[in-house]
């Protein structure tokens, strides 16, 4: 599933933004590429020496236990690596609260909304913790001319179809 596997890619970035820790290189265990083998030998050829290995499930199984084994496999091959094979995720309170939150907006309508819940403007990341409660603004660009005005006027800038940036002011 594209759509599947592209979470898990956005997935991976918020942990590397996020966390300070270092790149992230997410790899699966079937039906896509790279496969838990290939992830680990990009790593190391990009010169990793420590590597841990996370599956990204709620609950353990037989895929967990896939990753762990081809995970000690290449590890086999490639002693001059220190390869460390994590537990999987397991279960979090605040992820059930998050899962009943959702619900909620679901059943209120509001959850037709942005996900904001790794935002800089809303969550300290590290690099970032300095724009945690700005403002959000939808464009920061040159005109070639101060504004004084809403951008809800009814005006139109050079080259442009239509005046639609979003509420903002200019200055």
């Given amino acids: 599933d594209p759509d599947a596997n592209a979470d898990l890619a956005k997935v991976a970035r918020l942990v590397w933004d996020g966390r300070g820790i270092g790149w992230v290189e997410p790899a699966f265990i079937s039906l896509a590429s790279p496969s838990v083998p290939e992830g680990l030998e990009r790593c190391r050829r990009l010169g990793a020496r420590h590597i841990v290995v996370i599956p990204y ?10 990753i762990r084994d081809q995970a000690g496999e290449w590890a086999k091959d490639h002693p001059e690596v220190n390869l460390i094979a994590g537990p999987h995720l397991g279960c979090d309170p605040r992820l059930a609260r998050l899962v009943i939150e959702r619900f909620h907006q679901a059943g209120e309508g509001t959850g037709a909304r942005p996900n904001c819940d790794c935002c800089v403007y809303r969550v300290a990341l590290p690099g970032h913790e300095a724009k945690v409660g700005l403002p959000l603004r939808a464009a920061q660009h040159d005109h070639g001319h101060r504004h004084e005005h809403d951008q809800s006027n009814d005006h139109q800038h050079r080259g442009e179809v239509n005046n639609n940036h979003g509420t903002h002011r200019a200055t």
């Avoid at 499930?57 to 896939?66: E, S």
């Fill in 57 to 66: 499930f709620l609950f353990t199984g037989v895929l967990v236990d896939r």
